[in-house]
């Protein structure tokens, strides 16, 4: 028997291959939420994807497209009212929150009874849920992801630092945050069954805020965002296996775990670098 | 709310923007590169160059300090985005970035946050950036704003090296002391008109009236 006896069952693999890829390509995006100070959007995202699967269930459909629809339509949603009305952003978001959770809860309540079982697996991810057909979507909208930030990753930049300046430039700025509010919806989609709706935003924000406390560069945090991203995916889904907890929460947990010790060394370099400054000048 | 301004600025003209707060310099800048909608009139940008706009921006300030660490090599990079590749920089690409950066005098700063950078640093590299987009008009908001002394000289110096280089400038400014022999031309701005368009004066603020004609090249930058 060794510790790595969890690779021979084959839910367990799809679950590592979901998460890998959602922990590899949730930070691409989440780091133009992070620079357009949008962090929430994932989170607003994720809870009008809960009404998409309470269509899809109860319409018979697979939810994870179901989703897929509902977050689409959510993000648009979300930018047409932040550029077009009056509401703030984040009045914005917080429409499509409720409505979103609310509608998702009486659809699904409509069809099974109770929506706390069917739903629980969708909010805080599952490790025996993703199947076959889960795992080739996730793995076609990961590729869509990582293609579409490549593409126009300079663009995204130009709009996301200084939107001023991207206009004068030429660029296309709606098209360009709707750009950004569809990757949103797209990750949030891909981090569903691994992570679950509720705390996929999480797995977007956090690691770049983790390598953005010791890159040097934008290309270096996206680049470390990423990798802590999957390691944190990784070592949370193996976690939630042998303590049998939903994957989602131990996944945010260990990229938190990682967030933690890496301030504490930053705090730590920092301080001897000082020191060292200090005793240069005495 | 602009009234009636009617100019041309020719291509290698040098023109200083002056009039006091208010006056509509700073909203005649933004009109021409659309970040004011016009409520009537047109602005023209003449063919005669590659790039896609022609005519660059260079803001009185930095965008807000960037949540995410950016490198003045990426900002300065932003530049390339008026044309229409993809996939990041191609090796001709981060060669031009470099070489703006270098035109500015930051190659040592080139990996720093660009944050960190002091006023006048600052300054050139916004200009680096509008160089990167090969424009052949540069439009500056007040670019000696707020700058101590030596940052004063070192952006005038490189300005003067631009005009050499043969760019077209508009300078948004209060006072022209500190820009002495950068311009081939004034115009002044009172209540949103124009008060005075030729040729600099030696005793510009003795405010004649005096209007001087220019001779129109065959190559036009811009027409309102």
């Keep these: 028997m060794s510790v790595l006896d969890f690779l021979d069952y084959q839910f367990m693999q799809f679950a590592l291959l979901a998460a890998s890829i959602v922990g590899l390509t949730a930070p691409l995006v989440?780091?133009?939420?992070?620079?357009?100070?949008?962090?929430?959007?994932?989170?607003?995202?994720?809870?009008?994807?809960?009404?998409?699967i309470g269509i899809a269930v109860l319409t018979g459909q697979a939810p994870i497209w179901g989703a897929l629809v509902a977050a689409l339509c959510g993000a648009i949603l979300v930018e047409y009212l932040r550029a077009k009305s009056k509401i703030a952003g984040d009045t914005a978001l917080?429409?499509?929150?409720?409505?979103?959770?609310?509608?998702?809860?009486?659809?699904?309540?409509?069809?099974?009874?109770?929506?706390?079982?069917?739903?629980?697996?969708?909010?805080?991810?599952?490790?025996?849920?993703?199947?076959?057909?889960?795992?080739?979507a996730v793995v076609l909208l990961g590729l869509g992801i990582a293609f579409t930030v490549a593409m126009f990753g300079r663009q995204l930049l130009a709009v996301s630092v200084d939107p001023e300046h991207a206009h004068v430039q030429g660029l296309r700025?709606?098209?360009?945050?709707?750009?950004?509010?569809?990757?949103?919806?797209?990750?949030?989609?891909?981090?569903?069954?691994?992570?679950?709706?509720?705390?996929?935003?999480?797995?977007?924000?956090?690691?770049?805020?983790?390598?953005?406390?010791?890159?040097?560069?934008?290309?270096?945090?996206?680049i470390?965002?990423?990798?802590?991203?999957?390691?944190?995916?990784?070592?949370?889904?193996?976690?939630?296996?042998?303590?049998?907890?939903?994957?989602?929460?131990?996944?945010?947990?260990?990229?938190?775990?990682?967030?933690?010790?890496?301030?504490?060394?930053?705090?730590?370099?920092?301080?001897?670098?000082?020191?060292?400054?200090?005793?240069?000048?005495? | 709310m602009l009234h009636e301004i009617t100019l041309e600025i020719n291509h290698g003209e040098t023109v200083a923007l002056l009039g006091a707060n208010g006056s509509g310099k700073s909203t005649l800048l933004q009109a021409l590169v659309d970040l004011i909608p016009l409520s009537s009139g047109l602005v023209k940008i003449c063919a005669g160059h590659d790039s896609q706009s022609g005519i660059a921006?260079?803001?009185q300030f930095a965008p807000p300090t960037s949540l995410i660490p950016l490198t003045v090599f990426e900002l300065v990079s932003a530049g390339l985005t008026n044309r229409s590749s993809y996939w990041g920089a191609s090796r001709l690409e981060r060669k031009q970035v470099f070489e703006a950066i270098d035109s500015v005098g930051l190659s040592k700063q080139q990996r720093y946050k660009y944050s960190s950078l002091s006023g006048g640093q600052l300054r050139r590299a916004l200009i680096a950036r509008a160089?990167?987009?090969?424009?052949?008009?540069?439009?500056?908001?007040?670019?000696?704003?707020?700058?101590?002394?030596?940052?004063?000289?070192?952006?005038?110096?490189?300005?003067?090296?631009?005009?050499?280089?043969?760019?077209?400038?508009?300078?948004?400014?209060?006072?022209?002391?500190?820009?002495?022999?950068?311009?081939?031309?004034?115009?002044e701005l009172e209540n949103r008109k124009i008060k005075y368009d030729g040729i600099p004066l030696d005793r510009h603020h003795q405010h004649t009236d005096q209007h001087h004609q220019h001779p129109n090249s065959d190559q036009a930058g811009i027409a309102i």
């Design chain 2, 131 to 187: 160089l990167v987009s090969q424009a052949d008009l540069l439009l500056l908001d007040e670019p000696l704003a707020g700058l101590d002394r030596e940052s004063v000289i070192s952006v005038v110096i490189l300005l003067k090296e631009l005009k050499q280089a043969g760019y077209s400038m508009v300078v948004v400014s209060h006072e022209l002391s500190d820009l002495d022999g950068l311009f081939t031309r004034v115009i």
């Design chain 1, 224 to 282: 470390a965002g990423s990798i802590i991203g999957w390691v944190s995916a990784i070592i949370g889904l193996v976690f939630s296996y042998y303590i049998d907890v939903p994957p989602g929460s131990s996944i945010v947990l260990t990229a938190l775990g990682i967030f933690t010790i890496i301030a504490i060394l930053v705090f730590i370099l920092n301080l001897i670098q000082r020191k060292k400054v200090t005793d240069g000048f005495a």
């Design chain 1, 94 to 136: 917080s429409i499509i929150f409720y409505g979103g959770i609310a509608g998702g809860v009486l659809l699904t309540s409509i069809r099974t009874g109770s929506a706390g079982s069917t739903l629980s697996s969708y909010l805080f991810g599952s490790l025996t849920t993703v199947s076959q057909s889960d795992l080739i």
């Design chain 1, 30 to 52: 989440g780091i133009f939420l992070v620079q357009r100070r949008l962090a929430l959007l994932g989170d607003g995202i994720g809870h009008i994807a809960l009404t998409g």
């Design chain 1, 173 to 222: 700025l709606n098209f360009l945050s709707g750009l950004i509010a569809t990757l949103s919806a797209v990750t949030v989609t891909v981090g569903m069954r691994a992570v679950g709706l509720l705390l996929v935003s999480a797995i977007m924000i956090i690691p770049v805020v983790s390598a953005q406390q010791f890159a040097k560069s934008f290309r270096q945090t996206a």
């Design chain 2, 57 to 59: 921006l260079v803001p």
